[in-house]
């Protein structure tokens, strides 16, 4: 494996960064900071597509992220989170390798879906346990905390997940990161521990925002959580709460207007200009 360029994040940054998520603790190398920052981070960043529907590629350029989502209040996809993560733990010391995963969730096979999602292998000094962090999943099975990289079950903030080794015609380990749903394991993504570097995402990235027929591209989705444990979703024009216990409240949002209230009272963000549903 290898692992990422130095960060170009500066000290300021870094304080920027904490203080947007609302980190206060330590910020050395280790398993505890590594748990408390990915934690903090998916509970302060809502995961978001409006740039992509109004016809604006994301920028994956560090300073860029800084500007939108710790100095702004907005959120972004996996490309995005995850960059901004990685770029964060580099500047403290850990070692992390950018994977490429793809999307099984709703998928009838593995194979009908490319490698458009973006996760973090993360290391740190004097720790044999890898672990697979993801900060920029969004769906309701994303882990909240990093998942040991080795088969079984992981509890993480009152989610449980694990990763499982699956067959692969290729020549590489292939494992699959599954959440326990309410009756059922249901896998999420599967990759290979393969490094991916920058340019191979800022493609990715452009793919996504651009192609017609893509689902970022098409309507808006807009996850967070919520302070009672659950979570609150936008889907186009579907609004879903869903609480800690499981019930859910959903409703039929009219149109660009009430969107564009909810994204910004509801979810906390400040809306760019433009169209926040198509057509």
């Given at each position: 494996?290898?692992?990422?360029?130095?960060?170009?994040?500066?000290?300021?940054?870094?304080?920027?960064?904490?203080?947007?998520?609302?980190?206060?603790?330590?910020?050395?190398?280790?398993?505890?900071?590594?748990?408390?920052?990915?934690?903090?981070?998916?509970?302060?960043?809502?995961?978001?597509?409006?740039?992509?529907?109004?016809?604006?590629?994301?920028?994956?350029?560090?300073?860029?992220?800084?500007?939108?989502?710790?100095?702004?209040?907005?959120?972004?996809?996996?490309?995005?989170?995850?960059?901004?993560?990685?770029?964060?733990?580099?500047?403290?010391g850990f070692r992390v390798t950018r994977?490429?995963?793809?999307?099984?969730?709703?998928?009838?096979?593995?194979?009908?879906?490319?490698?458009?999602?973006?996760?973090l292998l993360v290391e740190a000094p004097?720790?044999?346990?890898?672990?697979?962090?993801?900060?920029?999943?969004?769906?309701?099975?994303?882990?909240?905390?990093?998942?040991?990289?080795?088969?079984?079950?992981?509890?993480?903030?009152?989610?449980?997940?694990?990763?499982?080794?699956?067959?692969?015609?290729?020549?590489?380990?292939?494992?699959?990161?599954?959440?326990?749903?309410?009756?059922?394991?249901?896998?999420?993504?599967?990759?290979?521990?393969?490094?991916?570097?920058?340019?191979?995402?800022?493609?990715?990235?452009?793919?996504?925002?651009?192609?017609?027929?893509?689902?970022?591209?098409?309507?808006?989705?807009?996850?967070?959580?919520?302070?009672?444990?659950?979570?609150?979703?936008?889907?186009?024009?579907?609004?879903?709460?869903?609480?800690?216990?499981?019930?859910?409240?959903?409703?039929?949002?009219?149109?660009?207007?009430?969107?564009?209230?909810i994204c910004a009272e509801e979810f906390?963000?400040?809306?760019?200009?433009?169209?926040?549903?198509?057509?």
């Amino acid at each position: 494996m290898t692992a990422m360029d130095p960060s170009s994040l500066s000290r300021e940054d870094l304080d920027a960064y904490c203080e947007r998520i609302g980190h206060h603790g330590g910020r050395n190398a280790d398993a505890g900071t590594l748990r408390a920052l990915h934690h903090a981070h998916v509970r302060a960043f809502p995961f978001e597509n409006l740039d992509p529907v109004r016809g604006v590629v994301p920028s994956l350029a560090p300073a860029d992220l800084m500007a939108k989502l710790v100095r702004g209040r907005r959120g972004g996809y996996c490309f995005e989170q995850s960059t901004l993560f990685a770029e964060v733990l580099v500047a403290l010391g850990f070692r992390v390798t950018r994977l490429a995963a793809r999307v099984v969730l709703g998928a009838a096979r593995a194979e009908d879906r490319p490698m458009t999602h973006m996760a973090l292998l993360v290391e740190a000094p004097g720790d044999r346990q890898p672990r697979l962090a993801d900060v920029g999943f969004g769906a309701p099975g994303a882990p909240l905390e990093p998942v040991p990289l080795a088969p079984g079950e992981h509890c993480g903030a009152g989610r449980r997940h694990r990763l499982v080794r699956v067959p692969s015609d290729g020549p590489l380990e292939l494992w699959s990161l599954e959440f326990r749903t309410e009756d059922a394991w249901q896998a999420q993504y599967v990759f290979t521990l393969a490094p991916f570097a920058r340019p191979d995402f800022e493609v990715a990235n452009w793919y996504i925002a651009t192609h017609p027929r893509s689902p970022f591209r098409s309507r808006p989705r807009v996850l967070r959580l919520t302070p009672d444990g659950g979570h609150l979703l936008l889907d186009g024009r579907r609004l879903v709460r869903t609480g800690a216990d499981g019930r859910v409240v959903e409703r039929e949002l009219t149109g660009q207007a009430q969107v564009r209230r909810i994204c910004a009272e509801e979810f906390g963000i400040d809306v760019p200009e433009g169209p926040v549903l198509p057509g």
